[in-house]
């Protein structure tokens, strides 16, 4: 009855054009007709009608209420019928007035009371792409496209026009982004800001050897690793992507070549995915898998809670992600499994967007692949370019334009920056060094830098990434990691830290096990990261030979007299070396790359050492006659002092071969003469990544190097002072690593 008084109202005040009241009139409606599935307790679908606010904010099927526009709004489509399935589902519908004043309610804009202003109706990200005009200038100076857009959103917040930072701040803050490395002390000396970027990213080695390691966390891209039984599969796409980087090949044709691996040289292992134990579950078929990474990396959307059922946060089905895993399925059509249950269901070939859908010319998979690639880089597929740019704003800025990268349906900050970066991006050919560029000369890159707030304010502080930590005290030191090419007699080669294993240090500092897709790393410190910066093995033995680099006190590497792998289906491996005059002996196991080295067990029987001790029995599973067992890796260390060995002759094997078949081992053996260095087991090349540092004669040279190599300016008094105090041999590595604790050195401000 109360409905009907308040119908009969409305009709009268409508008549006289006077405006919708939502409270009085609408929301009663609603309450009667919708609310026993729609109420904020039980939201069928997503959707709560209970307040206005979530009526507009609409449900996982996007939103409800187009203000200004009643006819075009899903709730009236809903109510109508228009929109299947009419609503109230199961119940009694509304009536003609119902619906009418629901109707007009939204059509003069949805409002809180009719002396309100027009509701603001929900973000919904674009699927094509349009760019729209520069604003107008409004601080002298910030003329860049970028600018213009940034500038007009802070003065409309009434922030005012900042200051630049300065010339060194900026610098490594570059040299960073576009190369991953610090700017030399001598490179700072002679600085020329502007064109700066473009400078830096014309070496392509540099720039592929700092912005590799971006793209292996999105890929899932790693080396070095076996998994558990013959149907796990993964393949390294490696040389590939680093090419493709030096070669700045433009992005479309980038992801065109991961979706459509056609040629040799093609990167057919990103499609192949990562299967740890073989198929796990029906959601991480390698079909699904790759379903999961590109929906993710290039349209920034989230698939894998609809790849086991419909989702309970977006508008995404389980049909809609088997559609998308039957581009990549080597069977015709993919059966439906939800939660694991096999449904009576099966998948066609389509797209998550009807409109971009096209069907594949066959059933063959090299079809399948071409219809996928064709279809993500239509185009009308705005979502392409958008979610490339805002992953590239985020890197260099600390934040997303569209802040979660993976979530492209949330509100930019700036919507009409973000289509406009996106359309040039576009019209320049998708050139990834160009928008990189285009970003890092704006003066908006150039503000200082800001902590995470609820608006833009400039750049947000940034920690360095695990590589960049790691290549810079390379390059402070001159002392860099070696990797080692697969294959006995091959020299290793100093390199930059994406191309070597991963280490205590830098897992620690944030580099990922790149099992799944890693679009941003942890920015936090953690509990683990103190422990290995304050107390870790690896930067602490790191510092000891970096200081003696910096003193041209680092004594040569010691040379194995015995280098051999160990390979399953060939058995034991046999050796008789001469060892004439050696004072101890290192017998070193290490492992290439096993799935489970702590499963491996290995034996060494070499009769000369019976009854002779190793110095450090850790590892050592135990003596006998048949020689000494040890797990995998280990080194075992015996002082010949007075045992006058002239040749040590023996053979080594895995102790368990079922075991090894299963766990793929992956391991080589080593024997010294000389305590090696278990970093560089080999010989390596003489070329470094950057030339070698000048050889430090005094303290004083040392804190004058290290402070402005590590940190761009050189020490205050105060800290020359403390510093060139310092007495002692470690006296350099503790310098190095009171800089390297500095935030200076850790964060990109």
């Known amino acids: 009855m109360k409905t009907l008084v308040l119908l009969c109202a409305s009709a009268g005040v409508l008549a006289g054009q006077t405006l919708v009241d939502f409270d009085r009139q609408v929301h009663p409606v609603l309450a009667a007709k919708c609310h026993s599935c729609h109420s904020q307790e039980k939201r069928s679908g997503g959707l709560s009608l209970a307040t206005l606010r979530d009526t507009i904010e609409g449900g996982r ?12 709004s899903l709730l009236v489509q809903r109510l109508t019928g228009e929109a299947k399935p009419r609503m109230p589902l199961g119940a009694v519908t509304l009536t003609e007035a119902e619906i009418s004043l629901v109707k007009t309610w939204i059509d003069q804009g949805a409002r809180a009371t009719p002396a309100s202003a027009a509701a603001r109706p929900k973000w919904e990200a674009p699927l094509t792409l349009t760019k729209p005009a520069v604003p107008g200038p409004v601080w002298q100076g910030w003329d860049a496209p970028i600018d213009r857009f940034v500038a007009a959103y802070m003065a409309e917040r009434k922030i005012g026009q900042p200051q630049l930072v300065s010339d060194a701040v900026y610098a490594r803050r570059v040299y960073l982004d576009t190369g991953g490395l610090l700017p030399t002390p001598e490179e700072l000396e002679g600085l020329k800001r502007a064109g700066l970027s473009s400078r830096l990213l014309a070496d392509n080695r540099r720039y592929a050897e700092n912005w590799i390691s971006f793209w292996n966390d999105l890929l899932r891209n790693d080396e070095g690793v076996n998994y558990y039984s013959e149907t796990a599969s993964r393949k390294s796409i490696t040389p590939w992507l680093l090419n493709a980087l030096e070669t700045n090949l433009p992005y479309d044709r980038f992801v065109a070549k991961l979706l459509n691996p056609v040629a040799k040289e093609d990167p057919d292992g990103f499609l192949i995915g990562v299967n740890w134990r073989g198929t796990v579950n029906a959601s991480q078929t390698p079909e699904m898998q790759a379903a999961q990474n590109t929906a993710q990396i290039f349209l920034g959307i989230n698939l894998k809670c609809n790849s086991c059922h419909d989702s309970f946060i977006s508008k995404w089905k389980l049909k809609d992600a088997y559609a998308l895993a039957s581009y990549f399925s080597v069977g015709a059509k993919l059966q439906l499994f939800r939660c694991d249950v096999a449904q009576d269901q099966y998948a066609e070939a389509g797209f998550l967007y009807p409109e971009l859908n096209r069907a594949p010319a066959s059933s063959a998979l090299k079809d399948r692949h071409a219809a996928a690639a064709e279809i993500f880089l239509d185009p009308r597929n705005g979502r392409l370019a958008r979610t490339m740019v805002n992953r590239i704003w985020a890197r260099m800025m600390g934040r ?17 920056l973000l289509d406009w970066l996106a359309g040039d991006f ?8 160009r928008l990189i560029a285009t970003i890092a000369e704006s003066k908006t890159y150039q503000m200082p830098s800001v902590p995470h707030g609820d608006e833009f304010r400039g750049p947000e502080v940034r920690r360095i990434t695990a590589e960049q930590f790691s290549d810079a005290v390379a390059a402070i030191t001159g002392d860099w990691h070696v990797y080692q090419p697969s294959g006995v007699g091959k020299p290793g080669v100093y390199s930059r830290e994406w191309h070597v294993a991963a280490n205590p240090l830098t897992r620690a500092l944030g580099r990922p096990i790149r099992d799944q897709v890693y679009s941003e790393r942890d920015n936090q410190a953690t509990t683990l990261q103190a422990l290995e910066l304050v107390n870790g093995q690896t930067l602490t033995h ?3 030979r970096g200081s003696k680099k910096l003193l041209g006190e680092l004594p040569p590497e010691p040379v194995a007299v015995l280098d051999k792998p160990y390979v399953v289906k060939d058995g034991s491996v046999s050796f008789d070396i001469d060892v004439s005059g050696a004072k101890g002996l290192w017998l070193v196991l290490k492992d290439t790359g096993t799935y489970s080295p702590e499963k491996v067990e290995a034996i060494w029987k070499v009769p000369a050492l019976t009854g002779l001790k190793p110095l450090d029995e850790a590892g050592v599973r135990e003596a006998g006659g048949d020689g000494i067992r040890v797990k995998t890796p280990s080194v075992l260390a015996f002082d010949l002092a007075g045992k006058n060995l002239h040749r040590l002759a023996g053979t080594f094997t895995l102790e368990n071969k079922e075991i090894t078949s299963e766990i793929n081992p992956a391991i080589r053996l080593f024997v010294f003469t000389q305590e090696p260095n278990l970093e560089r087991m080999t010989p390596v090349g003489v070329e470094t990544p950057l030339p070698a540092p000048p050889v430090l004669k005094n303290m004083s040279e040392a804190v004058d190097r290290v402070f402005r190599y590590g940190l761009g300016r050189a020490p205050t008094p105060e800290e020359r002072t403390i510093a060139e105090g310092a007495r002692g041999a470690d006296a350099v590595a503790d310098l190095l690593w009171a800089v390297l604790m500095k935030p200076g050195f850790q964060l990109i401000y």
């Not at 099927?61 to 075009?72: C, F, I, L, Y």
């Not at 997303?400 to 009409?416: A, H, I, K, S, Y």
């Not at 576009?426 to 060094?433: E, N, R, S």
């Open 400 to 416: 997303g334009l569209v802040e979660n990268p993976d979530e492209m349906d949330g509100e930019p900050w700036n919507p009409q």
């Open 542 to 544: 790191w510092l000891s």
């Open 61 to 72: 099927s996007g939103a409800t209420v187009k203000p200004g526009n009643g006819s075009g």
């Open 426 to 433: 576009v019209d320049h050919g998708y050139d990834l060094k």
